[in-house]
Structure formats: structure tokens, C-alpha cells
């Protein structure tokens, strides 16, 4: 049964304005291998050579819609076809009304594909008329009307996730704040309050890895107690950011220089994950930068 599942051809159509771009840009978040605008003649070709190459192409998303010229003539063909030949798909069909659709292109200021030039309002009522019967096949219908991006990214992740889910990608980096914050940093945790062991001759050129640099920051009491408080604040927040649907988290931990405390406290945070089941990368991103001795294993 799980070989059976492993292989899913997904074809994503709907409405113009419906949500198909960001649907396909959750999906191939999920590992599907995604295809625009595939003119509709050349589908069943293409899910039989994905299907027979099924180890490297095991998850396929098309997108057809009303851009492709052949689309309302040739479509329902094509999925009858494949229908009587057997081949499996499914048919993700992406709605919304039509307020909302026309407030979304008075938004991006683009030209609805069935009006370019006339109402709006009339491109609509085409799109929908000549949609109604491939809407009818849809093995999924998601109205986007009301949804927000991470609830649109919930329903997609039920729909074509794993049972797990996807999961949270944890990258821990450390840094020195005379270099510059991280720009895709998600939380930035500013450590300098913490005892320094660049003012202690001979932990100044270590790094914060060093057992006798980590043994020196470690025994101050305000180094115990914000470790336990931090540790409490990642255990609350994970959970919470996997629930909201997000896939990949940066903690960033600065000290001045980024190579005793912050260096210090981003090991501590990826054992802690590390010890808890949580998947981490950690990174010491200005380590170089500076005149510091390091473990051999960070050169």
C-alpha cells in the first residue's frame, strides 16, 4: 500500500485569480516536481513517463488553465482519455468568488486571459461558464475566498503532505552584530549581557566551542537562569510555529563579536533541540572573521 501512494500526478486547474500559483508554490514546498502551463494534449504522455520513472519522479504537479489556448477544446478529452486508459491523477480545482477575484486584480493590476479587453466582470462569467464541467471531475475543490496563506498552506499540507507533515527546518547561527544581523533571521536573541570572555587573556582568542571558554560562560548564574528560560521559550514556540504551518525557522544568537557567547549559546540551543528529537543545523557564521582558536573540527 505505501509503494502504491508513493507516486501522486496531480493536476492543478481553477479560476484565474483562485489561488493556483500559491497552491503550486505549497506543493513543490512538499517535494512535488511542478509543471506551468502544460498544454493539455501532451498530459497523458507526460504522466506516463513520469509514471514508469516513478523512483525519480514520484510526486508531478501540473498546472492547466485557461492561458493554454487548447484548453477548453481538448481538456475534458484528455482527462476522459486517461480516465478510460486508467491512469491515475488527481484534480485539484482552485475557487473563489467573484469578489474576491476581481478585488485580487484590481490588487495586481493584471489583465484578466478571458477579458483583455473588456469588463473584468464579464472575463469572470466566461472563465466560470466554460470551467463548470472540468469543476465537476475535481477530485478536491478549495475555495480561497476567505482563507488566509497559512490556512491555505494547512489544506494543502492535509491534502498532499505526509502523515507527518512537513517538517520544521531548524537552523541555529550564531553571529557578532559588528558583522550585521542575519536578514533571514526569524528570532534574534542579542546575548551580550552575558558574562565576556574576550576581557579574559587567555579564553580571548578561543572560540565559545572550547571546553574551557564554555566552562567560563556556563558558571555565572545569569548564564544558568537564561538558558533555562530560553530553553522553556523554544519548547513553547516550536509546537506553536509548526501549528501556524511554518517549514523553516532561523534562530540567530549575537554577541559582539561572534565568537565566545553567541557561539556559546547556539551549541547549547542545538544540543537542546537535538536531545529533544528536533532536526538543527547549526552554523557559527563569523568565526573566521576574527583571530580565534577553534575546535578542529571547525576548520
Same mark, same amino acid.
Given at each position: 500500500?505505501?509503494?502504491?501512494?508513493?507516486?501522486?500526478?496531480?493536476?492543478?486547474?481553477?479560476?484565474?485569480? &483562485?489561488?493556483?500559483?500559491?497552491?503550486?508554490?505549497?506543493?513543490?514546498?512538499?517535494?512535488?516536481?511542478?509543471?506551468?502551463?502544460?498544454?493539455?494534449?501532451?498530459?497523458?504522455?507526460?504522466?506516463?513517463?513520469?509514471?514508469?520513472?516513478?523512483?525519480?519522479?514520484?510526486?508531478?504537479?501540473?498546472?492547466?488553465?485557461?492561458?493554454?489556448?487548447?484548453?477548453?477544446?481538448?481538456?475534458?478529452?484528455?482527462?476522459?482519455?486517461?480516465?478510460?486508459?486508467?491512469?491515475?491523477?488527481?484534480?485539484?480545482?482552485?475557487?473563489?468568488?467573484?469578489?474576491?477575484?476581481?478585488?485580487?486584480?484590481?490588487?495586481?493590476?493584471?489583465?484578466?486571459?478571458?477579458?483583455?479587453?473588456?469588463?473584468?466582470?464579464?472575463?469572470?462569467?466566461?472563465?466560470?461558464?466554460?470551467?463548470?464541467?472540468?469543476?465537476?471531475?475535481?477530485?478536491?475543490?478549495?475555495?480561497?475566498?476567505?482563507?488566509?496563506?497559512?490556512?491555505?498552506?494547512?489544506?494543502?499540507?492535509? =491534502?498532499?503532505?505526509?502523515?507527518?507533515?512537513?517538517?520544521?527546518?531548524?537552523?541555529?547561527?550564531?553571529? &557578532?552584530?559588528?558583522?550585521?544581523?542575519?536578514?533571514?533571521?526569524?528570532?534574534?536573541?542579542?546575548?551580550?549581557?552575558?558574562?565576556?570572555?574576550?576581557?579574559?587573556?587567555? =579564553?580571548?582568542?578561543?572560540?565559545?566551542?572550547?571546553?574551557?571558554?564554555?566552562?567560563?560562560?556556563?558558571?555565572?548564574?545569569?548564564?544558568?537562569?537564561?538558558?533555562?528560560?530560553?530553553?522553556? =521559550?523554544?519548547?513553547?514556540?516550536?509546537?506553536?510555529?509548526?501549528?501556524?504551518?511554518?517549514?523553516?525557522?532561523?534562530?540567530?544568537?549575537?554577541?559582539?563579536?561572534?565568537?565566545?557567547?553567541?557561539?556559546?549559546?547556539?551549541?547549547?540551543?542545538?544540543?537542546?533541540?537535538?536531545?529533544?528529537?528536533?532536526?538543527?543545523?547549526?552554523?557559527?557564521?563569523?568565526?573566521?572573521?576574527?583571530?580565534?582558536?577553534? =575546535?578542529?573540527?571547525?576548520?
Amino acid at each position: 500500500m505505501e509503494k502504491e501512494n508513493a507516486y501522486r500526478f496531480v493536476i492543478v486547474t481553477g479560476m484565474s485569480g &483562485g489561488g493556483k500559483t500559491q497552491a503550486c508554490r505549497h506543493l513543490e514546498d512538499l517535494g512535488f516536481f511542478c509543471v506551468d502551463n502544460l498544454p493539455p494534449v501532451f498530459i497523458p504522455k507526460f504522466a506516463e513517463l513520469c509514471a514508469h520513472s516513478a523512483g525519480h519522479i514520484a510526486r508531478v504537479v501540473l498546472v492547466v488553465d485557461t492561458r493554454s489556448r487548447e484548453f477548453f477544446d481538448t481538456f475534458l478529452h484528455v482527462l476522459q482519455d486517461m480516465d478510460n486508459a486508467g491512469q491515475k491523477y488527481e484534480l485539484l480545482f482552485m475557487d473563489a468568488t467573484d469578489a474576491a477575484i476581481i478585488r485580487r486584480y484590481k490588487e495586481t493590476r493584471r489583465r484578466h486571459p478571458m477579458a483583455p479587453g473588456s469588463r473584468l466582470s464579464d472575463g469572470i462569467r466566461k472563465e466560470r461558464e466554460q470551467l463548470a464541467r472540468v469543476r465537476e471531475k475535481a477530485t478536491y475543490i478549495i475555495d480561497t475566498s476567505e482563507l488566509r496563506k497559512a490556512e491555505l498552506k494547512n489544506k494543502i499540507i492535509r =491534502l498532499f503532505g505526509s502523515p507527518e507533515g512537513v517538517p520544521l527546518s531548524i537552523n541555529i547561527l550564531s553571529f &557578532g552584530f559588528k558583522f550585521g544581523v542575519p536578514m533571514d533571521a526569524d528570532m534574534v536573541l542579542d546575548v551580550r549581557f552575558l558574562p565576556n570572555p574576550f576581557y579574559i587573556e587567555n =579564553l580571548r582568542h578561543k572560540s565559545g566551542e572550547m571546553p574551557e571558554v564554555a566552562e567560563y560562560i556556563a558558571k555565572w548564574p545569569v548564564t544558568r537562569e537564561f538558558k533555562e528560560k530560553l530553553d522553556d =521559550l523554544i519548547d513553547f514556540l516550536i509546537p506553536q510555529y509548526i501549528k501556524e504551518g511554518k517549514n523553516q525557522l532561523v534562530i540567530a544568537i549575537g554577541c559582539t563579536g561572534g565568537m565566545h557567547r553567541s557561539v556559546y549559546i547556539a551549541r547549547h540551543i542545538f544540543d537542546m533541540l537535538g536531545a529533544r528529537g528536533w532536526q538543527a543545523t547549526l552554523e557559527h557564521r563569523d568565526l573566521i572573521k576574527n583571530d580565534v582558536e577553534r =575546535l578542529p573540527h571547525q576548520d
